[in-house]
């Protein structure tokens, strides 16, 4: 997972790690895809993909531990019992950890199907927002 810092690839320099934080806090919009995004930045950035699909993965450990923490904070799971939170975050650290492994092994192939469905999906949600109502 570490391999961005081997000798053989680029080393992300400050100036792209900041250009694709600043895109990873663009991902609020509806439909765009914070990994998809970041990913594709860093590779425009002249990093190779791998070591930007590990980045960017790397990088969604603060906002994901960052939106927990605001949810505690803010009473979120004060009306959960212990059981079913822990039930609920055993499952979704196994079904996160092969969602991660299919993610990086089909992202370091093409984005081609990927922008096409975020492409497909970001419309949808501006239309369903502006006219529809229908989520």
Same mark, same amino acid.
């Given at each position: 997972?570490?391999?961005?810092?081997?000798?053989?690839?680029?080393?992300?320099?400050?100036?792209?790690?900041?250009?694709?934080?600043?895109? %990873?806090?663009?991902?609020?919009?509806?439909?765009?895809?914070?990994?998809?995004?970041?990913?594709?930045?860093?590779?425009? &950035?002249?990093? %190779?993909?791998? %070591?930007?699909?590990?980045?960017?993965?790397?990088?969604?450990?603060?906002?994901?531990?960052?939106?927990?923490?605001?949810? &505690?904070?803010?009473?979120?799971?004060?009306?959960? #019992?212990?059981?079913?939170?822990?039930?609920?975050?055993?499952?979704?650290?196994?079904?996160?950890?092969?969602?991660?492994?299919?993610?990086?092994?089909?992202?370091?192939?093409?984005? #081609?199907?990927?922008?096409?469905?975020?492409?497909?999906?970001?419309?949808?949600?501006?239309?369903?927002?502006?006219?529809?109502?229908?989520?």
């Amino acid at each position: 997972f570490f391999h961005i810092l081997t000798k053989k690839e680029r080393q992300i320099s400050l100036a792209d790690a900041l250009i694709v934080g600043f895109t %990873q806090g663009l991902a609020v919009f509806p439909g765009l895809s914070r990994s998809g995004s970041t990913i594709s930045v860093a590779s425009l &950035c002249g990093v %190779q993909k791998s %070591q930007a699909t590990d980045f960017s993965f790397f990088i969604s450990i603060p906002v994901i531990v960052g939106g927990a923490l605001l949810d &505690c904070m803010g009473g979120g799971f004060a009306t959960v #019992d212990i059981l079913t939170l822990f039930v609920g975050f055993v499952s979704a650290f196994v079904s996160g950890l092969f969602a991660v492994k299919f993610m990086l092994k089909s992202l370091t192939k093409s984005f #081609d199907g990927f922008a096409i469905y975020l492409l497909i999906l970001s419309a949808f949600l501006i239309i369903n927002d502006a006219w529809l109502h229908i989520l």
